[in-house]
């Protein structure tokens, strides 16, 4: 049975944090610690004919250069502006980045592609979806609605930079790094210095921030560690932001060609969505992925996708929070907004109509969800009934335009085989072996809340190990997967220990929580290990996971879909005279399964609502067509958000489990929660002023 509601708990780690305890990767300090620098290429594409590092190498306090030749992910060849051609290990970081300006390279260029429509870019086309007679519907509709929307280049741009600290010992590697997936980073790791996995530690306690960027093995790692082994000390790189815009992933930008039909009885009976992306070869964020989630949002039975990607020559786009559905989303929401207008719907109305139940992509139900409960009390809450329906008849003594915007927000419901070891001690501590990793979104929380609910023990004593591949396997933390596979392990070894506890004491237990009762039955400790799989999975998927491999599984299972759901309200005012667009309030609500950690599960919310600002009104990676490179690659001129442009947010959780995509109900949240904002945001300023903005992020220059 799914777990009871789950009562609110303090972050338990929000003491060390605010007291600056909490130890990142490059907070890691070690006796005879030398820094390491990298050399970017300054070419887009080509190859490097010389290189010279003596210079470097007499630089005072240089130790080592690691160059071409040296390594084997240093190559001659450039693909991308900033790819390193060169490390520089030193006493000091100023003599390491003095080394790193004395190298020098020259290079042999060859033509590049900077952007999706430079000279020479050629669409390539992926695999497509077709169900049902969608141009048919289109020839019967009423109403047809169509538009072009784009979306742009975006960073990450965590607060934690890609920081390495690396050391040997007795023929061990230690590696302290932020990463989401610590099991996949010492598996790479371990190919590319030709040793055992067996032999190397990934520490990764706290990240400070992933969304996506950490996911995939760094290029840095495998140097430092060489670095280390090379001068048997402990080597550090902390790679400066500018570099990190040209070599870690990113969003690419998208084109989106999308139109609906509608019948005239007001239905809604067709998509017909082509989609043209950035990406590399054989890239990662496979460009047929748009579809997929947004086909499950709304009961609309024919679908035709057709997708593209366009190769260009820069660093590699990825996943990166929100990934698929959040632009996708932005055209979909946007032109659901816009068929209602041609109705003469309500656009809250229009969404209730269309309930899906059914997972058209691979014709199976869906799991009992909540969008529709969502969409109702995020109504009842921004009091949605205020809204005059004409755009641009709402507005403030002074002139300024009110504009009332929803939008809704749909991600896979995924989970991963997960196994965990729960100790508790007579001595007042518990120790608790888990998975995953602590991004800021408050996992640990969470776990601590599980224990919680079924054990009385301290709670101001709670040990959890994650993050650390010493301790046990590190189930990869991404696509919302974290929480969803964890707990409902969690839950399963506290109901272990319980059971083990009650043979143990029999019919008569000694009094007091479980620490004294171990106490008086003279036991030091008690013990169990639980695993848990996700629906469909068998022991396989737990051997994956205990050796560092895929283990993750949904949102399709057999013979379901699970899903999560979010509801966005936004009030937009765009000022009279210098047109700028504020915020002063938003409603968001969320449909996650069964809420593990009430207080964490919010805070993600809040950030989701600042991020959708962010990512509709202000972020954009400027490309320089002439060298393929960032031009604003700091967080001085990348745009994003800031205290000042954000109102009063308030957010909910409807918190209803789903019974069939796990034992304890729980869905993810992590990715859900910016999607919706961006159209929402744009939906309401087309209620403003009329005018369909169909490009982010929106400028004051696109209202005026």
């Given at each position: ?54 210079q ?25 502006l ?92 230690t590696?302290?790094e ?114 997929g989630?947004?086909a ?47 109705l ?29 409960d ?48 729960l ?51 590190q ?5 919302e997967?974290?929480?969803?596979s ?39 400790y ?35 879909t ?59 990676s ?19 958000a ?19 995509v ?18 929402a ?24």
């Open positions: 049975m799914p777990a009871d509601v789950f009562s609110e708990i303090a972050r338990i780690d929000a003491g060390g944090k605010v007291r600056g305890q909490t130890r990142y990767g490059a907070d890691t300090q070690l006796p005879g610690m030398l820094y390491a620098m990298l050399v970017p290429a300054t070419i887009a594409k080509g190859r490097i004919t010389h290189i010279d590092v003596d470097a190498r007499s630089t005072d306090g240089v130790v080592d250069v690691l160059s071409i030749g040296d390594f084997p992910t240093l190559t001659p060849q450039i693909d991308y900033g790819y390193p051609i060169a490390m520089v290990v030193a006493e000091t970081l100023e003599a390491a980045i003095e080394g790193a300006e004395a190298v020098t390279a020259t290079y042999e260029t060859t033509s590049f592609i900077p952007l999706m429509d430079s000279p020479g870019a050629t669409v390539v086309p992926s695999e497509g979806f077709d169900t049902g007679d969608v141009e048919a519907a289109f020839q019967n509709a009423a109403e047809v609605v169509e538009g072009i929307f784009e979306t742009p280049v975006q960073h990450h741009n965590a607060m934690e930079l890609f920081g390495t600290v690396a050391y040997w010992a007795e023929g061990r590697l590696v302290y932020g990463c989401q997936n610590s099991d996949q980073a010492r598996n790479a790791l371990a190919e590319a210095l030709g040793i055992s996995a067996d032999t190397i530690t990934i520490r990764s306690d706290y990240v400070g921030g992933g969304f996506g960027q950490k996911s995939p093995p760094k290029l840095q790692t495998a140097l430092v560690a060489e670095a280390a082994r090379l001068t048997r000390r402990p080597v550090k790189l902390v790679t400066p932001r500018g570099q990190l815009f040209h070599i870690a992933n990113y969003r690419p930008r998208s084109i989106h060609n999308m139109r609906i039909a509608a019948d005239s009885a007001g239905r809604l009976t067709a998509i017909d969505y082509d989609v043209v992306q950035e990406n590399w070869p054989n890239g990662r964020f496979r460009s047929n992925g748009y579809y989630d947004i499950r949002l709304y009961a609309i039975d024919r679908l035709k996708a057709t997708a593209g990607d366009v190769y260009i020559d820069r660093n590699m786009p990825r996943h990166t929070r929100g990934t698929h559905p959040f632009p996708a989303g932005f055209a979909y929401e946007s032109v659901i907004d816009e068929m209602a207008y041609r003469g719907k309500d656009p809250v109305e229009l969404r209730l109509e269309h309930e899906a139940t059914t997972d058209i992509v691979v014709g199976q139900p869906l799991s009992p969800h909540f969008l529709n969502c969409l109702r009390e995020g109504a009842r809450r921004f009091d949605w009934s205020r809204r005059s329906p004409e755009p641009g008849s709402m507005t403030l003594e002074d002139g300024t335009l009110v504009g009332l915007g929803v939008a809704c927000g749909i991600f896979g419901a995924s989970g991963s085989a997960a196994e965990t070891t100790r508790v001690r007579a001595d007042g501590t518990t120790r608790i072996v888990s998975s995953g990793h602590e991004m800021g979104q408050g996992i640990r929380t969470a776990v601590a809340s599980a224990i919680l609910q079924g054990l009385d023990v301290n709670p101001d004593r709670i040990e959890i190990l994650m993050g650390d591949t010493s301790v046990g396997p189930m990869a933390t991404v696509g997967r974290g929480t969803a964890i707990i409902p392990a969690t839950v399963k070894v506290v109901e272990a220990l319980k059971a083990r506890f009650a043979e143990l004491a029999g019919a008569n237990p000694p009094a007091g929580n479980l620490h004294q009762q171990l106490a008086r039955l003279k036991r030091p008690i013990e169990v290990t639980a695993s848990e799989l996700a629906p469909g999975q068998d022991a396989a998927a737990l051997e994956a996971f205990r050796t560092g491999q895929r283990a993750g599984a949904g949102s399709e299972y057999p013979g379901f699970s899903m999560s759901y979010i509801a966005q309200f936004v009030e937009i005012h765009i000022e009279p005279r210098t047109r700028r667009i504020r915020m002063p309030r938003a409603v968001s609500i969320a449909d996650i399964g069964r809420v593990v950690s009430p207080r964490t599960a919010e805070g993600q919310m809040y950030g989701g609502v600042v991020w959708g600002f962010s990512t509709a009104l202000r972020e954009q400027d490309v320089d067509p002439r060298f393929a490179g960032y031009l604003n690659d700091d967080l001085a001129d990348y745009v994003m800031v205290n000042a442009d954000i109102g009063a947010v308030e957010v909910g959780l409807i918190d209803k489990p789903d019974t069939m796990n034992s304890a109900g729980v869905k993810g949240m992590g990715e859900l929660v910016m999607l919706g904002t961006a159209p945001i744009a939906n309401a300023i087309y209620h403003a002023t009329g005018k369909r903005i169909r490009k982010l992020p929106i400028r004051i220059e696109d209202v005026l």
